[in-house]
């Protein structure tokens, strides 16, 4: 695993996710965990990721002010207490929302 750059990709899809790709953020900050030391298994996850973006490259987020009555953002977390059992962390994810797509 030495020869492949995978820190570099890695940074990459971050770059990528903070703004134009928000929908990377969870498998981006999961393949982050093990950038010091990444298996196979984890270059996999990240050729995943690239495959996924080379397939969705021409979608986007639509805001369709038709489809809700007012412009109301809504927010939904959720948690896992200690669910990464490689590191006994806990994780925690968000949305909001508006006109029926996602904001953050």
Same mark, same amino acid.
Not at 4 to 20: G, I, K, R, T
Not at 65 to 75: I, P, Q, Y
């Given at each position: 695993?030495?020869?492949?750059?995978?820190?570099?990709?890695?940074? /990459?899809?971050?770059?990528?996710?903070?703004?134009?790709? /928000? =929908?990377?953020?969870?498998?981006?900050?999961?393949?982050? $965990?093990?950038?010091? =030391?990444?298996?196979?298994?984890?270059?996999?996850?990240?050729?995943?990721? $690239?495959?996924?973006?080379?397939? /969705?490259?021409?979608?986007?987020?639509? !805001?369709?002010? =038709?489809?809700?009555? *007012?412009?109301?953002?809504?927010? !939904?977390?959720?948690?896992?207490? *200690?669910?990464?059992?490689?590191?006994?962390?806990?994780?925690?994810?968000?949305? !909001? *929302?508006?006109?029926?797509?996602?904001?953050?």
């Amino acid at each position: 695993m030495s020869h492949v750059p995978y820190s570099s990709v890695v940074s /990459s899809l971050m770059h990528a996710m903070v703004c134009p790709r /928000s =929908n990377l953020s969870h498998a981006v900050s999961v393949v982050s $965990l093990y950038i010091r =030391n990444p298996k196979k298994d984890h270059l996999e996850a990240v050729k995943w990721i $690239l495959r996924y973006v080379k397939r /969705s490259v021409d979608r986007e987020l639509v !805001f369709d002010r =038709n489809k809700v009555a *007012t412009l109301d953002v809504a927010g !939904f977390v959720d948690s896992d207490y *200690t669910g990464d059992l490689d590191r006994r962390v806990s994780i925690l994810g968000y949305i !909001f *929302t508006i006109c029926v797509g996602a904001i953050s």
